[in-house]
């Protein structure tokens, strides 16, 4: 059974920090492209962030310069790095992952998902 589960969100401050992990099982990891989505009330969800398999990485605008994502395959866990955080950035965010034949690119659907960590930012 897939299974991907994240943790490390809260509340903070504006201009705070968090890390975001998300364990998986279930499936060959190393295979996988990841990523990292959020959906405020009311939005749409937006990707913020991908890892393919050769941890090549693309991120939303609006997070460019200070979220960093990574993956440890031997943990077989994703993490999300964000700082200096804004209102603006308080979202339930869930990681995602997406069979991939490419290695350093994320092209198709994500098929599976968590069931999401939320990040509260006050001003």
């Known amino acids: 059974q897939k299974q991907l589960v994240e943790s490390g969100g809260g509340s903070v401050q504006a201009g705070g920090s968090l890390r975001l992990s998300c364990a998986s099982s279930?499936?060959?990891?190393?295979?996988?492209?990841l990523g990292w989505f959020r959906q405020a009330p009311g939005k749409e969800r937006e990707a913020v962030a991908t890892i393919a398999r050769d941890s090549t990485t693309t991120y939303t605008d609006s997070v460019k310069g200070r979220f960093t994502v990574s993956r440890d395959n031997g943990k077989r866990t994703l993490y999300l790095q964000m700082n200096s955080l804004k209102p603006e950035d308080t979202a339930m965010y869930y990681c995602?992952?997406?069979?991939?034949?490419?290695?350093?690119?994320?092209?198709?659907?994500?098929?599976?998902w968590g069931q999401g960590t939320q990040v509260t930012v006050s001003s």
């Open positions: 995602a992952a997406m069979w991939s034949a490419a290695s350093s690119i994320c092209a198709g659907n994500f098929d599976y």
């Open positions: 279930g499936f060959n990891y190393v295979n996988y492209c």
